[in-house]
């Protein structure tokens, strides 16, 4: 039995807090102002735009990475899984097509 | 909407389980005794949208309150510290 899934810290031990740490400050870098777009487009939330996903598909993708990728994963980078598993679910883009992209991207790059 | 059961100063305790999928009740106030603060409104279920389904009819939800030290053993606050959580209605009986 899952007890307890990894997200859900609430009340574990965590240090100290830091008011206005790391978040407060950090200057979002232009591929994360990107996935913010897009989440908002795809959820529908701009008036006249169609939700073809939902915030709560998005949270249970997150819920559903291995506890150790989420730890070493950035908010956005989280953003990023839980918009592409929604996608693939919703029939939106295949994993086909996501894995050829990918490709593309990286040769374009030089990897 | 459907009516909702509860009424605000009605003592409620949150269900004690621990099912898969997308859960909105977080796992610390699972089993806690509280108060109802108010009534939120009525929203589609989180856990059925989680799974690309409807969420309808519209669940009420509600503001709850509980004592710090009740749900925290070794809190060391003030007696009269209070905790609030939203907890959709089909994860609370009467306590």
């Given at each position: 039995m899952i007890e307890r899934s990894h997200h859900d810290m609430g009340g574990l031990p965590a240090g100290k807090v830091e008011p206005g740490g790391i978040d407060a400050t950090h200057d979002y870098a232009l591929w994360e102002r990107r996935v913010d777009a897009m989440a908002v487009l795809l959820q529908g939330i701009k008036p006249g735009t169609k939700r073809l996903v939902t915030v709560d598909e998005r949270r249970r993708a997150i819920e559903m990475i291995p506890p150790k990728a989420y730890d070493e994963m950035s908010y956005y980078e989280r953003w990023v899984i839980s918009l592409a598993e929604a996608l693939i679910q919703r029939g939106i883009v295949t994993s086909e097509e996501l894995a050829r992209k990918m490709v593309e991207v990286q040769t374009r790059a030089g990897g | 909407m459907l009516a909702a059961k509860y009424k605000p100063g009605e003592k409620v305790k949150v269900l004690k389980a621990y099912p898969l999928?997308?859960?909105?009740?977080?796992y610390y106030i699972r089993g806690c005794v509280g108060e109802i603060e108010r009534i939120c409104g009525a929203f589609p279920n989180p856990e059925e949208l989680a799974q690309m389904r409807s969420g309808l009819p519209p669940l009420p939800l509600y503001r709850v309150r509980f004592r710090q030290k009740e749900v925290w053993p070794d809190y060391r606050g003030s007696d009269a510290d209070v905790l609030e959580v939203e907890i959709f209605e089909h994860w609370l009986d009467r306590a």
């Open positions: - | 999928g997308h859960i909105r009740t977080p």
